[in-house]
């Protein structure tokens, strides 16, 4: 599933809205018609859990469109049609410009005496102004995976400070076997969160300024160039750092990559992996961390039936404990998104799992803010990539991304 962490399989709209052709928004039965759109899944099942729930809700009649290819640019152009979906899921909740556009409805009433009972990052992600703009369905991480033979036969402790990591992924390194894998290019993609968490920043302050303007982050982004030159890290492995394989092939001893992956891996390695968060930069400086992050149901202000959506919505997500449940356990690895349901997942109850479980609550952050756009993720990618691959100055780069930043901040405000 990945919660949009993976960003794998993103999907299309496809032309079946589940609405009836009259367009009134009722089926023939006199009950109201509800198209509720997911992305494609890569779990064996999944679609047909989604439509199995859909079948089963005894207030209206829900077609569910279940659509491969690029998911999240078309269902944003779609909220801005009359043929969009009632119920939509979005990666990490809606954007800022759909809460600011008036596309998406208010579902902070649905959740009513159960809020406390939702991971609390992910709550936070997709609220706005007090508001909550979608309910969590499953809660996904990434985190560090090693081999404990090999760090035991290398003599190396599970690090807890950055260049604990990069001193243990030299030692690690043979003729085969190389030390660390953050992806293929070099952790641009998954390493801009927890470089900046590791030193004691994020993306935005508390106050929504630009976050990461300090000697902590030059310093953290400093690390990340010095990993990539170090030789220690695989590069050009057949699989991207979502897919355990190059983990599971031995090609690396340790991997940044996510909980999705942990059925493979206790096949592979039933007793001879550990998990870790990306640790902090030194003794004194930042903290560990993980990136969570989730898919939102959330409904679409342009529904002819806003209210039976938000009813089915809070029947799926907040009522139906049971297929919650399933839908987090029964088709993959991944974290119900309400604590009293994570207790109840028996997967999750012991080894790695358990310590993954962990690690959300104590040092989980939401995958990116609701106030980073798509433009400031551009920008910061964009320095990344400059600064890991070509050795770049991390301050100038900084700069020119707050200038971004702050532009983006400003246009949000006005």
Same mark, same amino acid.
């Given at each position: 599933?990945?919660? *949009?962490?993976?960003a794998?399989a993103?999907a299309?709209?496809?032309?079946?809205? *589940?609405?009836?052709?009259?367009?009134?928004?009722?089926?023939?039965?006199?009950?109201?018609?509800?198209s509720?759109?997911? #992305?494609?899944?890569?779990?064996?099942?999944?679609?047909?859990a989604?439509?199995?729930?859909a079948?089963?809700?005894p207030?209206?009649?829900?077609?569910?469109?279940?659509?491969?290819?690029?998911?999240?640019?078309k269902?944003?152009?779609?909220?801005?049609?009359?043929?969009?979906?009632?119920? &939509?899921?979005?990666?990490?909740?809606?954007? @800022?410009?759909?809460?600011?556009?008036?596309?998406?409805?208010d579902?902070t009433?649905? +959740?009513?005496?159960?809020r406390?009972?939702?991971?609390?990052?992910?709550?936070?992600?997709?609220? $706005?102004?007090?508001?909550?703009?979608?309910?969590?369905?499953?809660?996904?991480?990434?985190?560090?995976?090693?081999?404990?033979?090999?760090?035991?036969?290398a003599?190396?402790?599970?690090?807890?400070?950055?260049?604990?990591?990069?001193?243990?992924?030299?030692?690690?390194?043979?003729?085969?076997v190389?030390?660390?894998?953050?992806?293929?290019?070099?952790?641009?993609?998954?390493?801009g969160?927890?470089?900046?968490?590791?030193a004691?920043?994020? $993306?935005?302050?508390?106050?929504?300024?630009?976050?990461f303007?300090?000697?902590?982050?030059?310093?953290?982004?400093?690390?990340?160039?010095?990993? &990539?030159?170090?030789?220690?890290?695989?590069?050009?492995?057949p699989?991207?750092?979502?897919?355990p394989s190059? /983990?599971?092939?031995?090609?690396?001893?340790?991997?940044?990559?996510?909980?999705?992956?942990?059925?493979?891996?206790?096949?592979a /390695?039933?007793?001879d992996?550990?998990v870790?968060?990306?640790p902090? =930069?030194?003794?004194?400086?930042?903290?560990?961390?993980?990136?969570?992050?989730?898919?939102?149901?959330?409904?679409?202000?342009?529904?002819?039936?806003?209210?039976?959506?938000?009813k &089915?919505?809070?029947?799926?997500?907040?009522?139906?404990?049971d297929?919650?449940?399933?839908?987090?356990?029964?088709?993959? /690895? #991944?974290?119900?998104?309400?604590?009293? =349901?994570?207790?109840?997942?028996?997967?999750?109850?012991?080894?790695?799992?358990?310590?993954?479980?962990? /690690?959300v609550?104590?040092?989980?952050?939401?995958?990116?803010p609701l +106030?980073?756009?798509?433009?400031?993720?551009?920008?910061?990618?964009d320095?990344?990539?400059? @600064?890991?691959?070509?050795?770049?100055?991390?301050?100038?780069e @900084?700069?020119?991304?707050?200038?971004v930043?702050?532009?983006?901040?400003?246009? @949000?405000?006005?």
């Amino acid at each position: 599933m990945g919660g *949009g962490l993976a960003a794998m399989a993103v999907a299309g709209c496809g032309s079946n809205n *589940g609405r009836s052709d009259s367009g009134s928004g009722s089926s023939p039965g006199g009950k109201p018609a509800l198209s509720q759109w997911y #992305h494609q899944y890569g779990e064996a099942g999944t679609q047909q859990a989604v439509e199995r729930y859909a079948k089963e809700y005894p207030d209206a009649t829900v077609t569910v469109q279940w659509s491969p290819g690029d998911y999240d640019k078309k269902a944003a152009a779609a909220l801005l049609t009359d043929s969009g979906p009632d119920v &939509f899921e979005y990666g990490n909740g809606p954007s @800022i410009d759909m809460i600011k556009g008036g596309q998406v409805v208010d579902l902070t009433d649905l +959740l009513g005496d159960t809020r406390a009972d939702f991971t609390p990052s992910l709550i936070s992600r997709f609220t $706005y102004q007090g508001k909550l703009y979608a309910i969590p369905q499953v809660t996904d991480m990434q985190l560090l995976v090693y081999r404990k033979s090999l760090l035991s036969a290398a003599g190396v402790q599970p690090p807890t400070t950055v260049d604990e990591l990069l001193a243990a992924a030299e030692k690690l390194t043979t003729d085969k076997v190389k030390g660390l894998f953050v992806g293929n290019d070099g952790g641009v993609g998954i390493l801009g969160g927890p470089a900046l968490w590791s030193a004691g920043l994020d $993306y935005l302050t508390a106050d929504n300024t630009f976050g990461f303007d300090d000697p902590a982050a030059v310093e953290s982004l400093r690390k990340l160039r010095e990993l &990539f030159t170090s030789k220690s890290l695989l590069l050009g492995a057949p699989t991207d750092w979502s897919d355990p394989s190059a /983990f599971t092939q031995g090609l690396t001893a340790m991997q940044f990559t996510g909980l999705w992956t942990f059925p493979q891996l206790q096949k592979a /390695f039933p007793d001879d992996f550990g998990v870790l968060p990306w640790p902090k =930069l030194n003794s004194t400086t930042g903290a560990p961390s993980v990136p969570v992050g989730a898919y939102g149901s959330a409904v679409s202000t342009k529904s002819k039936n806003v209210d039976a959506a938000k009813k &089915f919505v809070q029947w799926l997500w907040v009522d139906q404990t049971d297929k919650q449940l399933d839908w987090a356990q029964s088709y993959g /690895f #991944h974290i119900p998104a309400r604590k009293s =349901l994570a207790a109840k997942a028996e997967k999750l109850k012991s080894g790695p799992a358990a310590d993954a479980v962990r /690690f959300v609550n104590e040092n989980g952050h939401a995958q990116t803010p609701l +106030l980073w756009t798509p433009k400031a993720g551009t920008a910061y990618s964009d320095a990344l990539n400059r @600064i890991i691959k070509n050795g770049s100055d991390p301050a100038t780069e @900084i700069k020119a991304v707050k200038a971004v930043v702050d532009a983006e901040l400003k246009r @949000i405000a006005g």
